[in-house]
């Protein structure tokens, strides 16, 4: 399989306020984005995850966080909505791993003050 790239974007919600939003990969089920959007400034902490984004590379096993739970099964990662915002999304590994890869050379990007 190509490397299938995910799309992040820094958004800027007020002066104090910055996000990341994201578009995942076409071949990706409906509703990733808002999974995977929970997912990384609930859990891993938006602007400010660089540095505890690592482990999530190399998680294998069930976590749940501050606002979204992740099953890892053999194939698939499931993400789901702690308060029921969205339906659960199961997404092939190989995505998952690509989207924390490259969520870090985003986060690099980043100026920083």
Known sequence: M???LWH???RVVSPEI???DVQPPAHLPKGTS???FDFIHAEIGGLKGLQVLKPYLTKSEDFSGNGVGV???EQNVTFEAL???WEPVTIPRADYDELIFQLEHFLKSFPRK
């Open 8 to 10: 992040f974007q820094y």
């Open 71 to 73: 099953s890892f099964h």
């Open 18 to 20: 910055t996000v990341i």
């Open 2 to 4: 190509d490397k299938q």
């Open 83 to 85: 308060y029921d915002q």
């Open 34 to 36: 808002d999974a995977v």
